[in-house]
């Protein structure tokens, strides 16, 4: 099974810039699909980003020009790399995997890390 583990959350200013990181552990790890997706307290799951086997990537509006989605596959790390943070970007940020789709939705995907929190002050 493949297991994930965020970190890399913390408190920072608005227009600040923060990088977050996924440790996976996995066997087929280059065939996934990894998402990053958040959530803040009394709000729905929504998808950050993602970036298939093959490097493609995928925004959600609210974050492109200011996110990028990347990873290093020998060393089977997922980051996300925030800059021009907002307040409205607060959030826990939760990294998955999945290996039959390459979405946005949450629902797609099966396995998820801990989450690690992001707070952004005005």
């Known amino acids: 099974q493949v297991h994930l583990v965020e970190s890399g959350g913390g408190s920072v200013q608005a227009g600040g810039s923060l990088r977050l990181s996924c440790a996976a552990s996995t066997y087929t790890y280059n065939n996934y699909c990894l998402g990053w997706f958040r959530q803040a307290p009394g709000k729905e799951r929504e998808g950050v980003a993602n970036?298939?086997?093959?490097?493609?990537?995928r925004y959600a509006d609210s974050v492109k020009g200011r996110f990028t989605i990347s990873k290093d596959n020998a060393k089977t790390t997922l980051y996300l790399q925030m800059n021009s943070l907002k307040p409205e970007d607060t959030a826990m940020y939760y990294c998955?995997?999945?290996?039959?789709?390459?979405?946005?939705?949450?629902?797609?995907?099966?396995?998820w890390g801990q989450g690690t929190q992001v707070t952004v002050s005005s």
């Open positions: 998955a995997a999945g290996i039959w789709s390459c979405t946005l939705v949450a629902g797609d995907f099966g396995v």
């Open positions: 970036i298939d086997s093959n490097g493609n990537t």
